[in-house]
């Protein structure tokens, strides 16, 4: 079975979501027979690698609510990641643009690192408030994973993988993704948002079941229910 995953390493719902994944694939008996990948999606490709403002300022300036509110969004997001063992700390995040980061990603996947490295992202992000679009940071987290630390370091001082990472994001607007985290099993079905994980469940038992063929992806959404998701408009 292949399951592509569309996220971006600063996509709350991306990481609660690929738990969410991850114990569907427990649950199924499936964790050793997926075939995982992970696609490149940025959320704000125009946002700048440094900044001095918060993720409540960040938030608040960009949809036009006050400061406690967009601190109150993301204390409900933080109690649905404390929900699936995540630990996320607002508070010490360092906004930055992510595009070295799937860049990297995409050299780790060409060692079978690829899940590692997104792992490794997530929590340095969320967990413990590092500047994941900072090039001493990569390379740590690169080195972390086994990977040559100078290679890596002539790949993000160069345009290696450029061309994939914008790939993939041409990939995923031909196929109508609009937000993620965007899951697609078998290039037939697909599941938007972080949804529960008997949502996905249910998606993973249907398409082992499913001998039919179709070019287009049919959403196993549960009726009525879009999901939990971050795009251009925020994170809901």
């Known amino acids: 079975m292949k399951i592509e995953v569309y996220s971006d390493f600063v996509c709350p719902f991306c990481y609660i979501g690929k738990r969410h994944l991850e114990d569907a694939l427990e649950r199924t008996s499936l964790k050793n027979r997926a075939e995982v990948s992970f696609k490149s ?9 440094d900044t001095n403002l918060s993720i409540h300022e960040i938030i608040a300036n960009k949809y036009g609510v006050s400061i406690e509110q967009a601190k109150q969004n993301n204390e409900g997001i933080r109690k649905r990641a404390e929900a699936v063992g995540l630990d996320f700390r607002f508070e010490n995040m360092v906004p930055t643009n992510t595009f070295e980061a799937h860049r990297l990603a995409k050299y780790a996947s060409a060692f079978g690192k690829e899940e590692e490295l997104n792992e490794k992202l997530l929590k340095a992000y969320f967990t413990d408030s590092k500047h994941i679009g900072d090039h001493s940071t990569l390379l740590n987290i690169a080195e972390d994973v086994g990977l040559d630390r100078e290679q890596a370091k002539s790949v993000l001082e160069s345009e290696q993988y450029k061309d994939d990472v914008r790939s993939d994001e041409s990939e995923a607007r031909s196929i109508g993704v609009q937000g993620v985290p965007f899951f697609v099993i078998n290039d037939k079905y697909a599941i938007s948002g972080a949804q529960p994980t008997e949502v996905f469940v249910g ?13 287009k992806l049919t ?18």
């Open 219 to 236: 959403s196993l959404n549960t009726e009525n229910a879009k999901g939990t998701y971050c795009d251009d408009n925020g994170c809901e």
């Open 41 to 49: 999606f940025e959320l704000d490709p125009n946002s700048p690698r």
């Open 203 to 215: 998606a993973l038992e249907k398409v082992l079941e499913e001998e039919k063929q179709s070019s």
